[in-house]
């Protein structure tokens, strides 16, 4: 999955999740635990059971584990395939002792819960499914076909035909159940996982980006001077050698690269932007450079800025950190991927909070989804795609996830509302009828504090 320019690992990837070791020492404790229960059924309850097929299917069991053990590394990762199979021998071997020993009226019968609960977690969707039926398959059979269970006085275990009834249907239930819920829990454990790696990764690269024009911006600030000395110096040579036509072609070459020189760092350094901004910078200004990617790709940004409540008129200078300018930038390009004709981006700032807000005159957010926005991988604008509004665009959510994760790692408190009904008829809406994203700060977890002037540039450390 590729979004923003982040490459994700599929989602849907199980392969090589599973390690043999982790199977071997489950099957381990579960050889243990059979063969003490049939060691007490055995001995203290005096049960006649066959002991001969019952230590045949543990056997069976040991001797697949030292085979795995001698035939394959301690780190060895199983494929989706080799893992159904190990968890289909488990269920089949346990299957087997159940038959021999009662079918049902064996009170460990459910532990056939066991390998499709570590299946749902661990493999696809279609393996778990296979393996719950035959799971389901083989716990019928046992309940109709069986070795009953037999006291020392050679008379048989009976139970009620409902009772019996009740212990199977409650195992299929519990096959059911514990598959569908062990699956949604991992799904979405693994859909959070890869999520936040998609965070951590945007977050990584907008602080490379900032970390390089740090280095640009000071490049140019310690540059000027010198370059702006070699000009001036090279213009005087040229007005002394005007009488030698060798050496100020020279002189010329030295002012024209300095120049050359001048021109490139501005570019790189987009022109103005000081070491201040790399830092800290007045509330317009972060929004608008958040917002400056996308506001060139056919849609009006509109910007507005001032005090509510009473607040100073001085627009207060906020730290311009990494997750923030991402942050915001992400809100805008939703708003603008979505918007008919215009977004606008609000600031507005009282004594204690600072407030950032996103309209557009969109759709809106779908009202049955709203409450769900911020989650990864979950479609939210819309119930078809929109190739047109979003070429390649899967509609997952991430974007969102990722502004929400990290302006909320800010400090910020983020609200996602409609400006109007989204049922209302496309004449009836005002102008601002699309979806409203609401940032609030509290004051000083967003202002910057006064420090005065800067200073010499810091060298970074490596």
Known sequence: MVMAGITLPEGEGRDNWVRLRTLILLRWMAIAGQLAAIFVADRYYALQLPLGLCYLAVGASIVANLFSITLFPENKRLTETEAFFTLLFDLAQLAFLIFVTGGLTNPFALLVLAPVTISASALRLQPTLLLGAAAIALISVAAFWNLPLRFADGSELAIPRIFEFGFWLSIVIGILFLGLYSRRVSTEIRSMSEALLATQMALAREQKLTDLGGVVAAAAHELGTPLAT????SSELMEELADRPDLLE???????????CRDILRDMGRAGKDDLHLRQAPLSAALREAAEPHVARGKRVEFSFGPVDGGPERQPTILRRPEIIHGLRNLVQNAVDFARSTVWIEGEW???????????DGDGFPPHVIGRIGDPFVRFRRSEPETTQRPGYEGMGLG???AKTLLERSGAELTFANATDPFLSPEDRPDRSGAVVEAVWAMEALAARETGALGENRRFET
């Open 230 to 233: 070699i000009k001036l110096v």
């Open 250 to 260: 020279d002189a010329r070459l030295i002012r024209d690269q300095a120049d050359r």
């Open 350 to 360: 009282t004594d204690r909070t600072v407030t950032i807000r996103i309209i557009d």
């Open 400 to 402: 969102l996830f990722i």
